[in-house]
Nanobody, 122 residues
Framework: QVQLVESGGGLVQPGGSLRLSCAAS????????IGWFRQAPGKEREGVGC????????AYSDSMKGRLTISRDNAKNTVYLQVNSLKPEDTAVYYC???????????????WGQGTQVSVSS
Protein backbone atom coordinates (compact mmCIF):
# COMPACT_ATOMS: atom_id res chain seq x y z
CA GLN A 1 0.00 0.00 0.00
CA VAL A 2 1.41 3.37 -1.05
CA GLN A 3 1.26 6.14 1.53
CA LEU A 4 2.68 9.67 1.61
CA VAL A 5 2.64 11.60 4.90
CA GLU A 6 3.39 15.32 5.15
CA SER A 7 4.59 16.93 8.37
CA GLY A 8 6.28 20.08 9.65
CA GLY A 9 3.50 22.60 9.23
CA GLY A 10 2.38 25.03 11.89
CA LEU A 11 1.93 28.69 12.82
CA VAL A 12 4.79 30.97 11.76
CA GLN A 13 5.28 34.74 11.89
CA PRO A 14 5.83 36.64 8.64
CA GLY A 15 9.47 36.40 7.60
CA GLY A 16 9.95 33.06 9.30
CA SER A 17 10.84 29.69 7.80
CA LEU A 18 9.54 26.13 7.78
CA ARG A 19 10.83 22.80 6.53
CA LEU A 20 8.08 20.42 5.47
CA SER A 21 8.68 16.69 5.13
CA CYS A 22 7.11 14.10 2.83
CA ALA A 23 7.74 10.57 4.09
CA ALA A 24 6.86 7.63 1.83
CA SER A 25 5.94 4.01 2.46
CA UNK A 26 4.99 1.36 -0.10
CA UNK A 27 7.28 2.94 -2.70
CA UNK A 28 10.91 3.95 -2.98
CA UNK A 29 11.14 7.70 -3.47
CA UNK A 30 14.40 7.57 -5.41
CA UNK A 31 12.42 6.17 -8.36
CA UNK A 32 9.74 8.87 -8.28
CA UNK A 33 9.46 12.57 -8.92
CA ILE A 34 7.90 14.38 -5.94
CA GLY A 35 5.74 17.43 -6.43
CA TRP A 36 4.64 19.95 -3.81
CA PHE A 37 1.29 21.72 -4.06
CA ARG A 38 -0.75 24.03 -1.88
CA GLN A 39 -4.37 25.07 -1.58
CA ALA A 40 -5.66 28.10 0.31
CA PRO A 41 -9.32 28.44 1.37
CA GLY A 42 -11.48 29.40 -1.61
CA LYS A 43 -8.59 29.14 -4.07
CA GLU A 44 -7.42 26.63 -6.67
CA ARG A 45 -4.77 24.03 -5.99
CA GLU A 46 -1.42 25.57 -6.93
CA GLY A 47 1.84 23.95 -7.93
CA VAL A 48 4.82 24.86 -5.72
CA GLY A 49 7.62 22.81 -7.26
CA CYS A 50 8.97 19.34 -7.91
CA UNK A 51 12.16 17.30 -7.76
CA UNK A 52 13.05 14.78 -10.47
CA UNK A 53 13.66 11.08 -9.87
CA UNK A 54 16.29 10.86 -12.62
CA UNK A 55 18.91 13.55 -11.96
CA UNK A 56 17.54 15.32 -8.89
CA UNK A 57 16.85 18.52 -10.80
CA UNK A 58 14.15 20.83 -9.47
CA ALA A 59 11.49 23.13 -10.85
CA TYR A 60 9.77 25.92 -8.92
CA SER A 61 6.70 28.02 -9.44
CA ASP A 62 7.29 31.65 -10.37
CA SER A 63 5.29 32.88 -7.39
CA MET A 64 7.64 31.29 -4.84
CA LYS A 65 10.89 30.94 -6.77
CA GLY A 66 13.86 32.20 -4.78
CA ARG A 67 12.25 31.50 -1.40
CA LEU A 68 12.17 27.71 -1.41
CA THR A 69 14.33 24.64 -1.87
CA ILE A 70 13.20 21.07 -2.55
CA SER A 71 15.61 18.29 -1.60
CA ARG A 72 15.55 14.54 -1.03
CA ASP A 73 17.14 12.08 1.38
CA ASN A 74 16.86 8.69 -0.30
CA ALA A 75 18.23 6.86 2.74
CA LYS A 76 15.27 8.15 4.77
CA ASN A 77 12.80 7.83 1.87
CA THR A 78 11.87 11.46 2.49
CA VAL A 79 11.59 14.66 0.43
CA TYR A 80 11.78 18.11 2.00
CA LEU A 81 10.36 21.52 1.16
CA GLN A 82 12.24 24.43 2.76
CA VAL A 83 10.33 27.71 2.60
CA ASN A 84 11.92 30.98 3.71
CA SER A 85 10.63 34.54 4.10
CA LEU A 86 7.09 33.34 4.64
CA LYS A 87 4.25 35.72 3.85
CA PRO A 88 0.61 35.72 5.02
CA GLU A 89 -0.44 34.76 1.49
CA ASP A 90 1.57 31.52 1.88
CA THR A 91 -1.10 30.29 4.32
CA ALA A 92 -2.48 27.05 2.86
CA VAL A 93 -2.58 23.28 3.18
CA TYR A 94 0.58 21.89 1.58
CA TYR A 95 0.52 18.51 -0.17
CA CYS A 96 3.17 16.23 -1.63
CA UNK A 97 2.55 13.85 -4.54
CA UNK A 98 4.49 11.15 -6.41
CA UNK A 99 4.75 10.42 -10.15
CA UNK A 100 7.39 9.06 -12.55
CA UNK A 101 7.90 12.55 -14.02
CA UNK A 102 8.55 15.97 -12.51
CA UNK A 103 5.67 18.38 -13.06
CA UNK A 104 3.91 21.23 -11.25
CA UNK A 105 0.58 20.19 -12.82
CA UNK A 106 -1.45 18.40 -10.15
CA UNK A 107 -3.39 16.19 -12.59
CA UNK A 108 -0.19 14.35 -13.58
CA UNK A 109 0.37 12.73 -10.16
CA UNK A 110 -0.77 9.27 -9.09
CA UNK A 111 -0.24 9.35 -5.31
CA TRP A 112 -1.06 12.07 -2.78
CA GLY A 113 -0.60 12.74 0.91
CA GLN A 114 -3.24 14.21 3.22
CA GLY A 115 -1.53 17.58 3.59
CA THR A 116 -0.10 19.71 6.40
CA GLN A 117 -1.40 23.14 7.43
CA VAL A 118 0.89 26.16 7.17
CA SER A 119 -0.39 29.37 8.76
CA VAL A 120 1.56 32.64 8.50
CA SER A 121 0.33 35.37 10.83
CA SER A 122 1.62 37.90 13.33
Amino acid sequence: QVQLVESGGGLVQPGGSLRLSCAASGLTLRYYAIGWFRQAPGKEREGVGCISSSDGSTAYSDSMKGRLTISRDNAKNTVYLQVNSLKPEDTAVYYCAADPHCSIMWSMYDYWGQGTQVSVSS
